[in-house]
Structures are given as structure tokens and as C-alpha cells.
């Protein structure tokens, strides 16, 4: 884990949000930059809205400890909604805007930056790259 341990991360389960973020989120040691218990590095900074509560959580695993329901990922009809939150810059991103995070527009921004990477569109900080092997547990398919 890459994030030292600090006292302003909290544990938030259904019904109660935490009231520091713009958006309905909950999860387990969430730090104000959305790292948490299970995914605390430097990279590790989005949360994602569940289709089945519309809920922001940072990982399928805190969805699991604090939801009291199944998870379901994002519909794919409403990949045009906000559904990923930016924990760097606070932005709410469509599905299709961070499914997107790598492409051609993203590359063009920055000669230097590595065609595989994932950023955020409005600050550019960089997202784990390797949640694209589990995307199919966020986005419906």
C-alpha cells in the first residue's frame, strides 16, 4: 500500500454518505482523495457509481463491505451520465469520458504522457492503469 496512514480517512456503510464529497460515496478508510482500505496508491484516486444504488464507492471491494445489497455495474444505456468521480480534482466524469481516458485526444494533450495510461480529462492525474482488467465488475460490458 502506498499511502501512509493518516486520521482523515473514514468508514461509511448504507445508509450514511460521506459528507466530504460532493456526491453520494461510502467505503471502507476513505481518504479525501478517494484512496481506501483496499487500493491506497499514489494512483488510486476515482470512485465509481454502482448501478444498482447509484452509489460512488473506490472499489467493488468497499461496495461489498458497506453496501448491504449485490453490486451492479454501471448500465451501459446511461454511460453519458456521471458515474466516475476524480479524487484529485473533485470532477464527475461520464462512463464514456474515463472508458476514454486513453485515447487519441488524451495522448495529443501531452506529447510526453504514455499511451497506456489513464488520466483524468479536466486535471490530469494519473488513474490506475491496471483497473482496465477489471472493468467488467464497473461498467456493464
Do not use: K, Q
Given at each position: 500500500?502506498?499511502?501512509?496512514?493518516?486520521?482523515d480517512?473514514?468508514?461509511t456503510?448504507?445508509?450514511?454518505?460521506?459528507?466530504?464529497?460532493?456526491?453520494?460515496?461510502?467505503?471502507?478508510?476513505?481518504g479525501?482523495?478517494?484512496?481506501?482500505?483496499?487500493?491506497?496508491?499514489p494512483?488510486?484516486?476515482?470512485?465509481?457509481r454502482f448501478?444498482?444504488?447509484e452509489?460512488?464507492?473506490?472499489?467493488?471491494?468497499?461496495?461489498?463491505?458497506?453496501?448491504?445489497?449485490?453490486?451492479?455495474?454501471w448500465?451501459?444505456?446511461?454511460?453519458d451520465?456521471p458515474?466516475?468521480?476524480?479524487?484529485?480534482?473533485?470532477?464527475?466524469?461520464?462512463?464514456?469520458?474515463?472508458?476514454?481516458g486513453?485515447?487519441?485526444?488524451?495522448?495529443?494533450?501531452?506529447?510526453?504522457?504514455?499511451?497506456?495510461?489513464?488520466?483524468?480529462?479536466?486535471?490530469e492525474?494519473?488513474?490506475?492503469?491496471?483497473?482496465?482488467?477489471?472493468?467488467?465488475?464497473?461498467?456493464?460490458?
Amino acid at each position: 500500500m502506498g499511502t501512509p496512514p493518516t486520521d482523515d480517512r473514514r468508514t461509511t456503510t448504507a445508509p450514511a454518505t460521506d459528507d466530504r464529497f460532493a456526491v453520494p460515496l461510502r467505503g471502507v478508510a476513505v481518504g479525501p482523495e478517494t484512496r481506501c482500505a483496499h487500493w491506497d496508491d499514489p494512483v488510486d484516486v476515482i470512485a465509481l457509481r454502482f448501478g444498482c444504488c447509484e452509489v460512488y464507492y473506490p472499489c467493488d471491494a468497499c461496495h461489498d463491505a458497506a453496501a448491504d445489497h449485490e453490486a451492479e455495474p454501471w448500465p451501459r444505456d446511461r454511460f453519458d451520465e456521471p458515474a466516475v468521480r476524480c479524487g484529485v480534482c473533485g470532477a464527475t466524469l461520464s462512463a464514456r469520458e474515463y472508458l476514454s481516458g486513453d485515447s487519441e485526444a488524451h495522448r495529443d494533450s501531452d506529447s510526453r504522457a504514455n499511451p497506456d495510461d489513464d488520466a483524468c480529462p479536466r486535471c490530469e492525474a494519473p488513474f490506475n492503469p491496471g483497473c482496465r482488467a477489471h472493468r467488467d465488475r464497473y461498467f456493464e460490458a
